[in-house]
């Protein structure tokens, strides 16, 4: 260990966290003016229930080592017994403490992902208590079972490879976003063909925050500073620049012009796809990711909600979800054990065990999004009743309902 590794990565846990506030101003701008408030909390407070959450038991029940590989154990409760200066596992260029830091902002961005496939119909404090819970029942376990020393799914288990995030992050938080809002059932003011975006200059802040970010997201999963940081920084890079280029192609052939709202959309597009391979695929095999991620999730937009009648209001289904999943079966395309000793090769080098293991562990992780989501949202409304806000409040707006709040004071309508 030294002062290097861990300054870099405490600086990248540094850019993660920054991700939370981008999403908010990202979430924030595509939303009415009604719901801007609302639509930020709900970034905004998981960092105080995600960060004391972590500490008090997270961190232990998804890293503590067991022999069960589904879950840890209540050894690292409050954070005892993590070392500052021995690593997670032997061999380690960081402390224990320091990795802990690292995983907390993944702790905390994840569930706010979900959040945008609800906004503008849902409770409050129904939020509050479904998002605690997810993050006991489904991130909890899925970040052991990936991550963790002797987890099922990764390269302990079935050899499953998620650099950074892909089955732990956005697929889990797609998945449960996509059930979530199929629960709650479609806005009752909503009106796709006049509705407007309120704020694009917060969207743009936003999913720029969010790029910056995604730099310590990606090159810090290498866990030091080291030349697979820069590989996975600068796949992360190429993957985001052709996605941007390929949504603005695909709003060109199909509308006719490109927009600004589409660029930004195919940036975060091609980020979440090249996240679970950042680190184990080649450098142009990122251009190759990148460019077909937009065009899957610019479909999945443009006319899977249509075609299968769910609504995803701020697209965490066909974004993170959908680009997650493909991002996560190239991985078994394209990797290499010559970038990564710890992967296998994919089938682009005539070996097809490790596309195998990439459908594998995304099957499981669907299958544990969709069932944790379900058991989640259950008990939510066991805990605090109806869910959903009633037609009144939504027609007024949740900032004014739900916060007593407005994001612009002079603002006296109903957009």
């Known amino acids: 260990m030294n002062a290097g590794n861990i300054g870099f990565m405490l600086i990248c846990s540094a850019f993660v966290f920054f991700m939370t506030p981008g999403l908010a101003m990202f979430y924030g701008g595509l939303v009415r003016k009604k719901n ?6 709900t970034s905004i407070f998981i960092i105080g229930t995600g960060i004391v959450m972590w500490v008090l038991f997270g961190y232990s029940l998804s890293f503590a080592p067991t022999s069960n590989g589904f879950i ?13 200066t021995d690593g997670y596992t032997e061999g380690s260029a960081i402390p224990n403490m320091v990795f802990s830091a690292f995983q907390m902002m993944f702790a905390v961005i994840t569930p706010a992902l979900i959040t945008g ?5 849902m409770k409050f404090k129904s939020l509050f208590v479904f998002i605690i819970l997810w993050t ?3 991130y909890y376990p899925l970040a052991h079972m990936v991550w963790a020393t002797g987890g099922v799914l990764g390269l302990d288990g079935i050899g499953a490879l998620d650099f950074a995030g892909g089955d732990v992050v956005h697929i889990s938080s797609g998945v449960s976003a996509l059930v979530l809002c199929i629960l709650l059932g479609k806005r009752r003011d909503y009106d796709r063909a006049n509705y407007r975006i309120h704020n694009i200059p917060t969207v743009v802040l936003g999913a720029s925050l969010l790029m910056f970010g995604w730099f310590g997201f990606n090159a810090g999963s290498a866990l030091e500073a080291n030349g697979l940081a820069a590989h996975a920084f600068m796949t992360t890079a190429v993957s985001a620049a052709a996605a941007l280029l390929s949504w603005m192609l695909c709003d060109v052939v199909l509308n ?23 680190g184990f695929v080649p450098v142009w095999a990122a251009v190759i990711i990148g460019f077909t991620t937009s065009p899957v999730c610019y479909m999945m937009i443009s006319y899977g909600k249509k075609k299968f009648g769910f609504d995803d209001a701020l697209d965490a289904f066909s974004c993170h979800g959908t ?13 290499s054990t010559a970038i990564n000793a710890d992967a296998g090769n994919g089938i682009v080098y005539g070996e097809f065990a490790q596309f195998a293991a990439q459908a594998a562990g995304i099957g499981i992780t669907l299958v544990i999004a969709v069932v944790g989501t379900l058991i989640c949202y259950a008990l939510t409304r066991l805990v605090t009743g109806k869910i959903r806000v009633d037609a009144k409040d939504e027609m007024l707006g949740l900032d004014i309902t739900q916060h007593g709040e407005s994001a612009y004071p002079s603002f006296n309508g109903l957009e």
């Not at 801007?36 to 909390?41: A, D, G």
């Not at 496939?117 to 119909?121: D, E, T």
């Not at 006719?256 to 959309?265: H, N, W």
């Open 36 to 41: 801007v408030v609302n639509t930020m909390m």
């Open 72 to 84: 840890g154990d209540f050894s690292w409760i409050g954070l005892e017994g993590v070392s500052t």
């Open 117 to 121: 496939a609800v906004a503008g119909r």
């Open 136 to 138: 006991i029942v489904v």
């Open 256 to 278: 006719k012009k490109p927009t600004l709202i589409g660029a930004c959309t195919g940036m975060v597009a091609g980020l979440v796809g090249i996240t679970p391979g950042a």
């Open 323 to 335: 680009g997650g999943i493909w991002g996560g079966l190239l991985t078994g395309v394209f990797s």
